[in-house]
């Protein structure tokens, strides 16, 4: 797995305890209003609306929150009409970095984004330069107290495609159209989930061999992810646990 995977994963371990967790909930409400206005506002026959109302459970939002945004998005009440755009760059190293927003303001973010890459060492690219070198899929991340040969036969009986070990949790690689079926499956087997969502994963990495490039790289991820536009960040760096584990203390 990548390390912005690890990365990842410690980041949603220590979210309960995060300080902007309403700005992690505005977010999340965000990806549901768009997903309800793009597809409707009904879950079962609209998958993105599906996997976006359970990230938000997952989160601990409450349901009637959730069917405020969705019913913002289908216009029984009244709400911002958001932009989906997906910023391209790279971060120093020539890590390749996606940038997914969700913005009532396309100048505005996009000036934001890009003096960000450019404050922090990195650039933004022509659209297309980056975006081939990830794929999407689903993921869904597993208490990592669950049994891994359970796991592993609940979620191959599904239809995923790979399970691995990110340390704090048991991540459970799918094809997009499988995640909710792969989600359910483990589940309904016991198991604890911590979150499932659609990821761009790479499909080359840049191993980040140095406790300072890592920082550099980690350093502009989570300036873009503090943006209130920003939904996702993506990027195809690894990184070796010793460190990863060097470069989160007090993180």
């Not at 409707?40 to 599906?50: M, V």
Request: charged content about 30%.
């Amino acid at each position: 797995m990548s390390g912005h995977s690890k990365w990842a994963t410690i980041k949603h371990q220590k979210g309960a305890k995060d300080k902007a967790r309403g700005k992690l909930f505005a977010k999340i409400l965000r990806q549901v209003e768009v997903a309800a206005r793009e597809g409707g506002g009904d879950p079962e026959t609209n998958a993105t609306l599906r996997t976006m109302y359970q990230k938000a459970r997952d989160a601990s939002v409450p349901s009637d929150t959730i069917e405020r945004a969705i019913k913002r998005g289908t216009g029984e009440l009244e709400g911002v009409t958001y932009e989906s755009i997906t910023y391209e760059g790279y971060a120093p190293g020539g890590v390749a970095v996606l940038v997914e927003v969700l913005t009532d303001n396309r100048n505005r973010t996009g000036s934001e984004v890009r003096a960000t890459f450019s404050k922090l060492g990195g650039s933004m690219a022509e659209p297309g330069a980056v975006a081939w070198q990830f794929e999407r899929k689903g993921s869904v991340l597993v208490d990592r107290k669950a049994d891994e040969d359970e796991l592993m036969l609940a979620a191959l009986d599904a239809g995923a495609e790979d399970l691995a070990d990110d340390g704090e949790a048991w991540r459970v690689t799918t094809s997009p159209t499988e995640l909710h079926k792969v989600r359910t499956a483990v589940e309904e087997a016991g198991m604890k989930i911590e979150s499932a969502d659609l990821q761009l994963i790479p499909t080359t990495v840049i191993n980040l061999d140095s406790a300072e490039s890592a920082k550099k790289v980690l350093r502009l991820i989570d300036t873009l992810d503090e943006h209130d536009d920003v939904q996702n960040v993506f990027a195809n760096f690894d990184i070796s646990d010793e460190i990863l584990a060097e470069v989160s203390v007090g993180a």
